[in-house]
């Protein structure tokens, strides 16, 4: 903390250090001390964490969680391979098309189902900008967490726009249900891909230009946030980090790039990574991926061909089973679909990449300080639907 | 790469393999040689665990099924190892050790299937709530109808 201090252009002197263990200090003999973060705290969202502080140090971290669960998995079971993805969706509101996706290429891979090109290109489309709304509360609420709460107001303006393009798709602006196995639900019209186009220069001319000194070269926000939370890249691979805290530990994984799925593999985009894996480093490939994200949209608006949008699939689907992964917001989403020759799934697995990044929070939290808690949550950027489902 | 993982592994372990999908390789492996196995997968290479995925086979007579999925983030692949279980004796080895981040998963699959993970140092409830404790609510045989409570209407 103290060099980042500096490195903002202010000098810091520590005056003196006191000496207080061993002291008789009445009630505050009791050394450690189980606070309570969340479920009431503005950061936390439907979970809490316990922690443990000796002072103002943080000794141990355990989130209780559980608050939003909703058995997605087994309501799936009861569920036609169409309608269940009204609950694959559920996972997260904030980027459904990424989990519809999965769901829906393990069906068609259990199927056989061919998808259309043009099924596939709109699916681009969609995920891109779910992934582009998902970030943007990302960012905002990383910035939130700190007490400034004006620049979540600028990013859901930028989201708005998008929540537009998706209206004049399926009718919704949030709980779309408009990919489906076999292709997507609604023909992509004209009015749609001029809206996507519109939410897309805004957020390249507008947004980004405008605000990027706020979110990026902010010094508040730097000292706050750099070196806070450091993992190295062997350390990130071993308590398992997903998604975007992977790749701020410079590690490459994107599944858009190993298992190309949809459109990826026709469309040029690159990996953002970052070497210092801190939580600024974590925020900044969200905020450079936004940018990715609105080329590929524009790339799969050009590249869109003509035909179907969407072939039939069989209400009976043939025994078998497929794993499939996809690149979510918040990082790689699997899908274990099992097929047992009925009308709906027999089981799904799913694996949140929020799960995996939250019980790899208790390892980074070791030795930090108090107030550096929610900066390391917010960075971690996780979703509270996915961790429970 | 896929290749030679299989064949290291059926000659070393002489466990059945099988394509399950491009870039997946599916090991059909025993729970008791299964902490020999993981910790050679995670020699090869394959040291990020996806998840533990457990199957309810038991309306068909077969017992349960649990799947480790680990990746190779360098290679770019994925191998799946597959323990069968019989429905009279539900516990396996934890892997917990060789692959921390698998722990919380493994936690998951006791509370919603009952599977005994020996080893586990913290097999609690986690995301159900207490009093429901022992349900093993994505059990086949889990009754939603006996747990629902009842409604103002029906009381």
Known sequence: MGSSIATAGYTFVVEETKEVVGEDLGLLQEKLLQLNWGVQHPASGPMRLKVWVDGDEVVKVDPDIGYVLRLLEKLVEYRTWINAIVNVERACFMDDFGTMTGYSIAAEKIAGVEVPKKADYVRTILCEGGRIVSHLIGLGSFVGVMGVHTPMQWALIAREKFLDAFETFSGQRIATSSIVPGGVRYEPTGKFIEKMVVAVDYLEKEFIPRYEEVFVDNPTLKIRSVGVGKVSKEKAIEIGLAGPALRASGVASDIRKDYPYAAYGELDFKVITKEEGDSYARYLVIWEELKESAKIIRQAIEGLPEGDYRTKFPIKVPQGEAYVNVEWARGCFGFHLVSEGGTGPYRLKMRAPSFANLWAMPEIMKNVKLADVPVIFASLYMCHGDIDR | ?155
């Open chain 2, 1 to 155: 790469m896929l290749e030679e993982v299989k064949e290291k592994v059926s000659s070393k372990f002489g466990f059945q393999c099988e394509e399950y999908d491009t870039n997946i390789l599916l090991v059909h492996c025993t729970k008791e040689r299964l902490r020999e196995l993981v910790s050679y997968l995670k020699e090869l290479g394959f040291n990020y665990p996806h998840t533990v995925s457990v199957v309810d086979y038991t309306p068909k007579g077969n017992g349960f099924q649990v799947n480790y999925v680990l990746e190779n983030l360098e290679e770019k692949n994925l191998v799946m190892v597959r323990v069968e279980l019989p429905e009279n004796d539900l516990s396996v080895p934890t892997v917990s050790d060789i692959f921390p981040p698998l722990q919380p998963h493994e936690r998951e699959a006791w509370e919603m299937f009952g599977i005994d993970f020996i080893g586990n140092p913290r097999l609690e409830v986690m995301l159900l709530p207490q009093w429901a404790k022992g349900l093993f609510p994505l059990r086949k045989s889990y009754d939603f109808k006996k747990h629902r409570k009842p409604t103002k209407e029906k009381k």
